[in-house]
Structure formats: C-alpha cells, structure tokens
C-alpha cells in the first residue's frame, strides 16, 4: 500500500505536476479504496506549500 501511495504522489507532484504525465486518475480495487485514499490524503496535507523564498522548508510550491 505504501509503495502504491508513494507512486501515486510522486505521479501527481512531481514537477508540481506541470508534465504532460501528471497523474490525473489512480484505478483503485475498491476492497483498498478508502485505506488508500486515507493515506493518499494524509500525505498530500503533510506537504507545505508556498513561496520558496518565504516558507522553508518548501515541499511543493508553484511552477512558472
């Protein structure tokens, strides 16, 4: 599960997700759906966002 959280964050974020590959859809069994989402939204609120030059240290912040 941790293997496939990390995959999936890594597919949305990566780049700030301004690829052409960003992840748009995950196709989860829904025997997992809810664990996965949970851990899927627990990491993605861990990240910090902002202004690099204002908030250190940056996890995610905006591509231009």
């Known amino acids: 599960m941790e293997t496939a959280v990390d995959a999936a964050t890594a ?3 990566y780049s700030t997700g ?3 590959d960003a992840l748009s ?3 989860v069994h829904e025997d997992i759906h ?3 989402v949970d851990r899927l939204m ?3 609120e861990s990240f910090t966002l ?3 030059a204002l ?3 940056m996890k995610h912040t905006v591509l231009i």
Do not use: K, S
């Open 11 to 13: 597919g949305v974020y």
């Open 18 to 20: 301004e690829t052409c």
């Open 25 to 27: 859809r995950a196709i």
């Open 34 to 36: 809810d664990e996965f």
């Open 42 to 44: 627990t990491r993605a």
């Open 50 to 52: 902002g202004d690099p």
């Open 55 to 57: 908030t250190c240290p």
